[in-house]
């Protein structure tokens, strides 16, 4: 069986020219990268067409070691929709190389449902995220700076400053430092660290903005900290967004490339579910549904993290509607949910199976709560038994669900064939339906229990007392009105990691709240969150190398 790299090498790509045909987009309007990458001018957004035309949000059941395959779905079902004459765009994130060199070893979907070239997107790709760490990176250095020096001081006092570095790579040994040593010319010492770039809120606030204009406003509104008599200081009086946003001059565009079947795919933007909004940005939905009449995105992780942040924030903002939403699962996770080995998955397990539907269950019964139309796409593997994926269909019919069995990374687009008939149908019927979870005008604890009881499942919320005093602190700036994107732990419904299938009766901590007013949100950490991963003990970057033609392996 060939892996996805060898897939991938053996598919003749088509000039991006002429994927970008098939959107009305002409050659001199591309920002080329080479033969098979560009940037599209943000004048091809059209409003008016955003409204027109169907957005399809793909998610998932909680994540498991076993893998959902939720990027290959989304490829495989745009692929399909096409196939069916449905004119759509697949619209995703780039990768980090966090994950690309630390458990995944890439993210540009599998088998035959890929976007190319995945070498590419999975390392450097145009350069978005050095431009994002550059970005951030100059306002900690504009932060430091100003902290030394005595004539142009703001006063700031560096016991408040919240803003730490940010790298692409996961590097535990970053999290927590002390800067500033070496003497009086040195800089001022202070404690701080590195969040992986994905963490970023120069990356939220790139996914959430419109334009240049509004990048800029909400760059000037990162708060930084206090000054010593208690007023807050914000990047715009530091007036570090005119560089800033000069270094995101071309990171802003989105990037266009293929899939495999030369299905037109747009990625831009990577913030991780568990610790930021988990979508791709704005702009980039919003130029796939000008150009396209489907838009088929993701949102990472379950559904209980990047589809409710998708919803109640990048929607809230972006001004988006979901037509249709669908949620993967697999075989192989739901009985790892259901308390099987991960050694003993390829098994059948029929008991585990039907344990470990509650899963899926609490994600669907959340897709109900924001009056989703719940459509269930199982994504098969060679292993899946007949028993075991009518067992999961029959089960999502007795709750009254659309399911559809789909095998993409086999067949591309010819595997999820049914699935797309059943989306385009739910697109029609289902439109303009799904509504937010909360009012932004609540107050912020009440957010927090209202995603965290309805859609996690909690029995209660626990506030730390740094939690309490970060509360108080929201309120004296005037950011209790904005929405909360809470940081936690993608591997179960609950702050707990160990808890699988649908925990019930647990309490989520809230250990600390943190600020991303340039964003427009607030970050609850819940549990034992990091916003810098760290690498497994076996990463994936053992297995990746090049040889003396510049040929790539190990990616998979």
Request: charged share 25%; hydrophobic share 40%.
């Amino acid at each position: 069986m060939k892996t996805d790299i060898e897939i991938a090498h053996s598919v003749n790509m088509k000039p991006i020219t002429t994927i970008a045909e098939k959107l009305g987009i002409g050659f001199d309007d591309l920002e080329l990268y080479g033969k098979y990458k560009a940037k599209i001018p943000l004048r091809f957004i059209d409003k008016e067409k955003v409204k027109q035309h169907k957005l399809i949000l793909v998610s998932a059941i909680s994540p498991t070691p076993a893998g959902e395959g939720k990027t290959t779905v989304s490829i495989g079902l745009s692929q399909a929709m096409n196939r069916r004459n449905y004119q759509t765009t697949v619209v995703l994130r780039e990768p980090s190389l966090g994950p690309v060199f630390g458990i995944k070893g890439g993210a540009t979907g599998g088998g035959w449902s890929q976007v190319l070239p995945m070498e590419d997107i999975n390392l450097h790709f145009t350069g978005d995220f050095s431009a994002i760490e550059k970005a951030h990176n100059l306002l900690a250095a504009l932060i430091d700076n100003n902290l030394q020096n005595k004539q142009y001081s703001l006063g700031i006092d560096p016991r408040t400053v919240e803003w730490k570095r940010v790298m692409d790579m996961n590097d535990r040994a970053l999290r927590q430092l002390v800067l500033g040593l070496g003497g009086t010319t040195s800089g001022v010492p202070r404690e701080t660290g590195f969040d992986i770039t994905a963490a970023s809120e120069i990356m939220a606030i790139l996914c959430l903005a419109d334009n240049f204009e509004d990048l800029k406003r909400r760059l000037g509104n990162i708060f930084i900290g206090f000054t010593y008599s208690g007023e807050p200081i914000y990047a715009r009086d530091l007036k570090a967004q005119g560089a800033m946003a000069a270094l995101l001059k071309d990171a802003i565009k989105p990037n266009l490339v293929q899939t495999i079947e030369g299905t037109p795919a747009i990625i831009h933007g990577g913030p991780f579910a568990n610790i930021a909004q988990g979508t791709n940005s704005i702009i980039a939905t919003r130029m796939g549904l000008s150009l396209s009449d489907y838009v088929v995105t993701e949102a990472g992780f379950g559904f209980d993290l990047g589809a409710e942040k998708f919803i109640d924030i990048k929607c809230r903002y972006g001004d988006l509607q979901p037509s249709a939403v669908v949620l993967v699962a697999t075989v192989r996770a739901l009985k790892y949910h259901g308390g099987a080995p991960l050694d003993s998955l390829k098994e059948e397990n029929l008991e585990a199976l039907q344990k470990g539907f509650a899963n899926l269950e609490k994600h669907i019964e959340n897709m109900l709560q924001f009056k989703a139309c719940p459509v269930v796409a199982i994504n098969r593997f060679t292993s899946d038994t007949d028993a075991e994926i009518n067992l999961i269909v029959e089960k999502c019919k007795s709750m009254g669900v659309e399911v559809s069995p789909i095998d993409v990374w086999a067949k591309g687009g010819e595997g999820a064939l049914e699935l797309a008939d059943i989306v385009a149908g739910t697109c029609e019927r289902c439109a303009n339906q799904i509504t937010p979870l909360y009012d932004w005008k609540w107050d912020v604890p009440k957010k927090i229990e209202t995603v965290a009881k309805r859609i996690y499942g909690a029995e209660a919320i626990d506030f730390s007392s740094q939690a309490k005093k970060d509360l108080k602190k929201i309120e004296k700036l005037g950011l209790d009105k904005l929405p909360v994107c809470i940081a936690k732990t993608q591997k179960s419904l609950s702050d707990n990691p160990a808890l699988l299938g649908r925990p019930k009766d647990f309490v989520v901590t809230v250990r600390n709240i943190e600020i991303a007013s340039g964003a427009g949100f607030i970050i609850p950490i819940t549990g034992n969150i990091m916003r810098m991963p760290g690498l497994p003990a076996k990463p994936a970057a053992e297995n990746i190398d090049i040889d003396n033609e510049g040929n790539i392996t190990g990616l998979f």
